[in-house]
């Protein structure tokens, strides 16, 4: 009930390709995170989605969150091989405290 | 750099044996969160503490305890130790129930 399930797994694409993750829960969400950990790094807070059909920007990052608030994606326009890392959606527990994480989808950019 | 410190990066030790893996929050954050990281588990939330009260708790073993201590540093103590509680396990804080920054890990091998 509380899990994000998170798709796909392991993406791998050509430097310029573009990317998407998506998180999806069997329940409302009042919020999702993103983040992305490179490897061999920890967790970075990238943005938090927070109202029905919501989209924001970062430079070549777009994140969604569903009209339904039970799924969200994060897509990257022309891939760098800066990239590369895994990519994390999460779900707050009790008002941000709790973090529940899903599953991550893993990305490398080949140059 | 989030400001959060852990100590210390590496830590080999025996089945059996207890460890103590410190955080120091950023400065100016009430909020400790211990988070645990491994390849079949993925990110989990172990336990939360506000201004040196336990706030959340998550998939903690009894064999893991924590605290927070007047200074806001936290300790996570394990005990009797596995070889599946080798993992990553990162400190995170933040001001309240806000998106946490994450600390670098220490990385526990249990042999």
């Known amino acids: 009930g509380q899990q994000v399930m998170q798709i796909p797994q392991y993406q791998h694409v050509q430097e310029g390709e573009d990317f998407t993750t998506y998180c999806n829960s069997s329940t409302t969400l009042s919020n999702i995170q993103w983040y992305k950990q490179r490897p061999g790094g920890h967790p970075v807070f990238l943005i938090q989605l927070v109202k029905s059909g919501e989209v924001k920007k970062q430079k070549r990052l777009t994140f969604q969150f569903g009209e339904a608030k039970k799924n969200s994606s994060l897509h990257i326009t022309a891939t760098q091989t800066t990239d590369v890392g895994t990519y994390f959606c999460a779900r707050s527990y009790n008002q941000g405290g709790k973090l529940i994480f899903g599953q991550g989808t893993e990305l490398s950019v080949k140059p | 750099d989030s400001g959060v410190t852990q100590t210390p990066k590496h830590l080999i030790t025996a089945t059996g044996q207890r460890v103590t893996l410190r955080c120091s929050p950023r400065?100016?954050?009430?909020?400790v969160y211990w988070y645990q990281q491994s390849l079949d588990q993925g990110l989990q939330f172990l336990i939360q503490y506000y201004n040196g009260e336990e706030r959340a708790k998550g998939n903690i073993l009894e064999r893991f305890s924590a605290q927070q201590f007047p200074d806001l540093h936290s300790e996570l103590n394990l005990s009797s130790l596995e070889l599946g509680d080798s993992a990553l396990y990162f400190c995170a804080s933040s001001v309240g129930g806000d998106s946490p920054n994450f600390g670098p890990g220490t990385r526990l091998t249990v042999t």
């Open positions: 400065s100016g954050d009430l909020s």
